[in-house]
């Protein structure tokens, strides 16, 4: 069996978690929102301890937090819950970037169909989008700046924290898609000014289905966030629905682990990023790391190896290593990955390009083993 190297795309889930969430599933049959019986009581309680774990691992209060399905129904919600405001106060201008997720390109798209006006920054060869270049988009009448804190692709932090210091001072809304970054970059997540986050469970090994979008007050006031579709004033109208009780509280157990490990897990990180580099360097096969290390996650490699197309590398190696050549939602499609492109990355480069990706639990001396099986085969194709 191959090692996983593909944490990205989703993480394997804790058993802490799984435990957390069989013991729920076993105990628990009522509905959150049932107020007239013990059992909806009971659930509401586990509902109400997991919002509380959320919100501690980002230093929010917990009336903030509202629980969706993950990140692309929260990116969702955050971006076309402005229709009616941005339609009422006339400021109908959207600032986004090219390398953001399909879940935030798309969703912009569809606003065009209703008279906004979208911006995209490009970034440079690191894989940064540039302050001065979003602030440079800005007009009378931008309602929204929506960035993604880590590129999934390639690990790149964008420089978030400043942005969302300049935006808040110009009372612009700021959404922060923080998927790859929820629960790994605790201690500058908690610094970053936004009015909106999304984040999925499933990329810090809790269970895939559900995630939160976050709503952070100013003035008392939430966001003009408008629920997006119908059906009942579960999560005070935002997301319909009932809850899902034993989901939510695997989200809430994976925010409590993470707020307690975070620290050595990065530590575990920086030793395999560190680790795997040095396989490359002492392979003797010529190869670029796709965006600058200055500013990448310690958990991502996007790797281009010269004279190795990605897909045979793949094809090739899976019994040693689980890795993908991108984001899990282009799966199907052989297309160039659009966030090198935009980085202005070489097409061969591009075609050689694989991500490789870890986590919590990871295992360095597996990794590290078949890691050197993927090396060995990849010196067999290169051309």
């Not at 923080?178 to 970059?185: E, M, N, P, V």
């Not at 989901?247 to 307690?260: M, P, R, T, W, Y």
Request: glycine content about 8%; hydrophobic content about 35%.
């Amino acid at each position: 069996m191959s090692v996983y190297l593909d944490y990205n795309a989703s993480a394997p889930i804790d058993e802490r978690v799984l435990n957390c969430m069989i013991s729920v599933y076993k105990t628990t049959i009522g509905n959150a929102d049932s107020r007239t019986h013990d059992y909806g009581d009971e659930a509401r309680k586990i509902v109400e301890k997991a919002r509380n774990q959320v919100a501690s691992i980002l230093g929010i209060f917990k009336d903030e937090v509202f629980f969706t399905s993950g990140a692309t129904e929260s990116n969702n919600i955050a971006i076309q819950g402005l229709r009616k405001y941005g339609e009422q106060s006339g400021k109908k201008h959207i600032i986004t970037t090219s390398i953001e997720h399909k879940a935030v390109l798309e969703t912009v798209k569809n606003m065009k169909e209703f008279g906004f006006d979208i911006d995209l920054v490009e970034p440079d060869e690191t894989g940064r989008i540039s302050v001065d270049d979003v602030i440079s988009k800005i007009r009378k009448d931008t309602l929204l700046v929506s960035v993604m804190h880590v590129n999934n692709e390639t690990g790149i932090i964008q420089p978030v924290k400043e942005l969302g210091m300049l935006l808040d001072e110009k009372n612009i809304l700021f959404h922060l898609d923080a998927t790859q970054s929820f629960g790994k970059l605790v201690d500058e997540l908690r610094e970053i000014k936004y009015n909106m986050l999304s984040m999925s469970a499933h990329k810090i090994c809790g269970p895939q289905g559900i995630g939160a979008l976050i709503l952070r007050k100013k003035n008392y006031k939430f966001p003009p966030v408008k629920n997006v579709y119908y059906g009942g004033q579960q999560e005070h109208g935002f997301r319909p629905g009932t809850i899902p009780v034993a989901l939510v509280a695997g989200l809430g157990e994976a925010c409590n682990i993470s707020q307690k490990e975070y620290q050595s897990n990065e530590r575990l990180y920086k030793e395999i990023k560190l680790a795997l580099i040095d396989i490359l360097n002492e392979s003797g096969l010529s190869y670029n790391l796709n965006g600058s290390q200055k500013y990448c996650v310690n958990s991502t490699l996007n790797i281009s190896i010269n004279g190795v197309s990605s897909e045979a590398l793949m094809l090739s190696s899976k019994q040693y290593c689980g890795v993908s050549n991108g984001s899990a939602c282009n799966s199907n499609s052989y297309n160039l990955s659009y966030v090198l492109s935009a980085m202005k990355i070489p097409e061969e480069q591009i075609h050689n390009a694989i991500r490789i990706s870890w986590g919590a639990g990871s295992n360095k001396d597996l990794i590290t083993k078949e890691f050197k099986e993927l090396v060995d085969v990849a010196k067999g194709l290169a051309m």
